[in-house]
């Protein structure tokens, strides 16, 4: 069976449809939205683990004796105090400080790192890598890659299980090559998308299910299950994590989301580093916040969001928590509203619910349970 029309496929198709897997398209591909059920899968994650096909993200490099250089000048983070085998997340930006995506970047060599970016904007972000590259070598590994994410308490367990080696001194945002995994080697980096603890594995993609099914088998006796895009959506939302399209995108800054401890103003040289320099000079307008809603209704992107009787923003990601049992959201106020405890209210459904206003992340695992991102 072909894929339908102007939708991809990763290499474990086959393994998600003889799963059960719900297929819906999503940033041109078409993937598992969920399984058994997208609250199983959610909860799996936060108690136990889930196993995620991430094989749409892209993969990047920048190599050659001006690859830090380049690095430094695409992202607000700072890539000069990475050791080989570390990473950190960052966006890219516009000179005027819009995002053009966030990443995660390694660095694998000494000359040589590696971009993780988003599925729907890898051929944008290709080209504006390589336009900003100053001399660097620019490769879209993409399609030479599949990646899993294996995630929640029980991940590490889960890994060991399936490799037969521990992963306890994997600090996160580290990574290491050469894993002995279902008769090939892979690259396992402590990394995740989920709140919890968790890893990704990349592999050659002909070797992808072999993987994913030696994980599974690993795992079963930890509580492991497959886990979609659903629960993925539910679990990085109560973690805060930025989805790209939504929270985050070419007309929003770091400074306006909750990122600005990505932007290093002291490095010079980096794309919008004098648009977000102004910026925090003068003070963003508008933040973006996270809000609980005390009533069933559950807020959705594009939601107006209302303040004192006058419209105050939208909802730009909104769902019902399965882990806190309530509908959570974050959304874009005028600054002087984005203070834990503001009023609000969520146009849902022609209906204006009450909201309030709370710290970030709505999530976060209990101490000592691992890393994470």
Not at 32 to 51: C, N, S
Not at 193 to 218: M, N, S
Request: net charge neutral.
């Amino acid at each position: 069976m072909t894929a339908p029309e102007g939708l991809r496929r990763t290499p474990l198709h086959e393994a998600h449809v003889a799963a059960g897997g719900r297929m819906v398209p999503f940033a041109g591909w078409e993937l598992p939205v969920q399984y058994r059920g997208i609250g199983e899968e959610h909860t799996a994650v936060r108690t136990a683990a889930g196993l995620f096909d991430v094989s749409h993200m892209g993969e990047i490099w920048v190599e050659g004796p001006r690859a830090l250089d380049a690095v430094q000048r695409l992202i607000t983070n700072d890539a000069g105090r990475l050791a080989v085998g570390q990473g950190l997340y960052s966006p890219m930006c516009l000179p005027t400080g819009g995002i053009v995506d966030d990443v995660t970047v390694f660095r694998v060599a000494d000359h040589a790192y590696l971009f993780v970016v988003n599925a729907a904007t890898r051929a944008k972000d290709v080209a504006w890598i390589e336009e900003h590259a100053g001399g660097a070598v620019v490769r879209d590994a993409s399609d030479e890659t599949a990646l899993l994410a294996l995630q929640g308490p029980r991940a590490a367990a889960v890994l060991e299980a399936a490799t037969g080696r521990a992963f306890d001194g994997l600090r996160r945002f580290h990574l290491i090559g050469g894993v002995a995994l279902a008769g090939t080697r892979v690259t396992v980096s402590r990394t995740g998308y989920t709140g919890e603890d968790g890893f990704e594995i990349a592999v050659v993609p002909e070797l992808a299910p072999a993987v994913w099914e030696a994980l599974l088998t690993a795992g079963r006796p930890h509580g492991l299950v497959p886990a979609g895009l659903g629960a993925r959506d539910t679990l990085r939302l109560e973690a805060a994590y930025m989805l790209y399209g939504n929270d985050i995108d070419e007309t929003t800054s770091p400074l306006e989301a909750p990122l600005g401890w990505t932007v290093k103003l002291d490095k010079a040289g980096f794309i919008g580093r004098e648009a977000l320099l102004a910026q925090k000079t003068a003070g963003v307008g508008r933040r973006l916040v996270g809000f609980e809603i005390a009533d069933r209704a559950i807020p959705r992107q594009h939601c107006a969001i209302w303040a004192d009787q006058a419209p105050a923003g939208e909802v730009t990601s909104g769902s019902f928590s399965p882990t806190l049992r309530r509908p959570i959201g974050l959304g874009y106020v005028p600054a002087a509203l984005a203070l834990p405890g503001a009023a609000l209210q969520i146009e849902v459904r022609d209906r204006r619910v009450p909201a309030t206003v709370v710290r970030l992340p709505f999530y976060r695992r209990p101490a000592g349970s691992g890393e994470t991102r």
